[in-house]
């Protein structure tokens, strides 16, 4: 490159350094503001699976509705024993 292509380089460069700097400001703010809902959108998923892994408890489920579990298994090995006799015949 000549003299006079390096000068108009040097001095779009000057220009670019000042609207680089406001721009980098701009996306450092703008960084942070998407790292903080990030970090809130993390926080506020531990919140609902510990939860939905406290509303899974089924020990928990058992104690308090015993009567629906022992339905539910009956029912569960009536429709299981009917399905392999069907099968045996």
């Given at each position: 490159m000549d003299a006079g292509a390096n000068a108009g380089?040097?001095?779009?460069?000057?220009?670019?350094?000042?609207?680089?700097?406001?721009?980098?400001?701009?996306?450092?703010?703008?960084?942070?503001?998407?790292?903080?809902?990030?970090?809130?959108?993390?926080?506020?998923?531990?919140?609902?699976?510990?939860?939905?892994?406290?509303?899974?408890?089924?020990?928990?489920?058992?104690?308090?509705?015993?009567?629906?579990?022992?339905?539910?298994?009956?029912?569960?090995?009536?429709?299981?024993?009917?399905?392999r006799s069907a099968q045996d015949l």
């Open positions: 380089l040097g001095g779009s460069a000057s220009l670019n350094g000042e609207g680089f700097g406001e721009r980098r400001e701009h996306l450092l703010a703008s960084l942070e503001r998407d790292r903080e809902q990030v970090r809130r959108a993390v926080e506020d998923l531990r919140r609902s699976a510990s939860g939905a892994v406290r509303s899974l408890n089924l020990g928990r489920q058992l104690l308090t509705h015993p009567a629906v579990w022992l339905v539910g298994g009956l029912a569960l090995g009536v429709w299981l024993g009917r399905r």
